[in-house]
């Protein structure tokens, strides 16, 4: 079965926004759907990326330039992935569809992974 990856894109925030409560039933919400794909046994892997730093590398003809970011003026930021197997593109954008952070204003950027080994 391929694995897929769902990039979670975002626009950056401050969530000091929000209430510690709002927040915690943000959280509960990714947590029940990480649940379901596991109890469906299409879960592989997930990760939250740091709001702030992160490092862009671009090779030019001087050699290796390395830069700071992504900054909070950043139009969007992908704030982290999951990893899911499914069978086909179909497949994961069912399990896919269901993520809160469709809910919450992300955007979800789904990419089949190629086996390199």
Known sequence: ???FMLLLHEQPMDHSQFSAEEMQAVIAEYVAWRQKVEADGKFVSAEKLKDEGGRHLVHTDDGLRVTDGPYAEAA???????????DSYDDAVATASECPHLKFGGRIELREVEPTG
């Open 76 to 86: 969007e930021v992908i704030g982290g992935y999951f990893t899911i197997s499914a």
């Open 1 to 3: 079965m391929p694995n």
